[in-house]
């Protein structure tokens, strides 16, 4: 055997050799995509079982650095599920003080996934949903703390304002915008209706301008 044909048969055995490696990752990672739609439905209908429970929509893969979901297309779909769980189990519909320390961090961790979404995800839809969760955060302290109403107010409005530019077909963002922009109206009136050191048109002040906000001209 000369020392081309050795050459060349070495070449043939390194390339059936690539070829039945390239075979074998492409069938683990059909098995991976395979799996990965799996636990995507599958944690669907545990999650609306138990929400609590650990480890939902995910897959345990072979192929390394998460390929089956590139290949799918799904993380941000997955992104935003853990987010909506994050926001669920944070209990906003408790009116759970968030001075709660186990509260704070649900609703801490709930933020930042939200936060992730709006800014890092390729669809408006899915953004304008997680901004509008943002909101529903902020609608939830409202009703906890007393501190920086009006700052907090303002935040509120900005997240759903931004869900409702991102996306004008999100209703819940819209109704809760209207609730959020007629709280801050109500407090902007509080606050001009007088006290201590009333402001012009509080309760103490005279002549023009002596009125309460929204009492007439």
């Known amino acids: 055997m000369s020392r081309r044909?050795?050459?060349?048969?070495?070449?043939?055995?390194?390339?059936?050799?690539?070829c039945l490696i390239l075979a074998l990752g492409l069938g683990l990672l059909a098995l991976d995509v395979s799996?990965?739609?799996?636990?995507?439905?599958?944690?669907?209908?545990?999650?609306?079982?138990?929400?609590?429970?650990?480890?939902?929509?995910?897959?345990?893969?072979?192929?390394?650095?998460?390929?089956?979901?590139?290949?799918?297309?799904?993380?941000?779909?997955?992104?935003?599920?853990?987010?909506?769980r994050s926001v669920r189990l944070a209990r906003l519909d408790a009116f759970v003080s968030v001075s709660d320390p186990e509260a704070a961090l649900l609703r801490n961790a709930a933020q930042v996934r939200l936060d992730a979404i709006v800014a890092g995800s390729s669809d408006p839809k899915q953004q304008s949903r997680a901004a509008g969760?943002?909101?529903?955060?902020?609608?939830?302290?409202?009703?906890?703390?007393?501190?920086?109403?009006?700052?907090?107010?303002?935040?509120?409005?900005?997240?759903?304002?931004?869900?409702?530019?991102?996306?004008?077909?999100?209703?819940?963002?819209?109704?809760?915008?209207?609730?959020?922009l007629q709280r801050s109206r109500g407090i902007q009136l509080a606050e001009g209706a007088g006290g201590q050191n009333p402001s012009p048109g509080g309760t103490g002040s005279s002549g023009a301008g002596a009125g309460d906000p929204g009492s007439g001209y």
């Open 133 to 180: 969760l943002l909101g529903v955060i902020g609608l939830s302290r409202l009703v906890t703390e007393t501190q920086d109403r009006v700052a907090a107010l303002s935040a509120t409005a900005a997240n759903l304002q931004l869900a409702v530019a991102l996306d004008p077909l999100n209703d819940d963002a819209k109704y809760n915008l209207e609730f959020v």
């Open 5 to 18: 044909e050795l050459i060349e048969r070495c070449a043939l055995g390194a390339a059936a050799a690539v």
């Open 35 to 84: 799996r990965s739609r799996e636990a995507l439905s599958r944690g669907d209908v545990e999650y609306r079982i138990s929400p609590a429970t650990a480890g939902l929509w995910r897959a345990s893969a072979v192929v390394p650095f998460d390929l089956a979901t590139s290949l799918l297309g799904t993380g941000d779909d997955v992104d935003l599920r853990r987010a909506v």
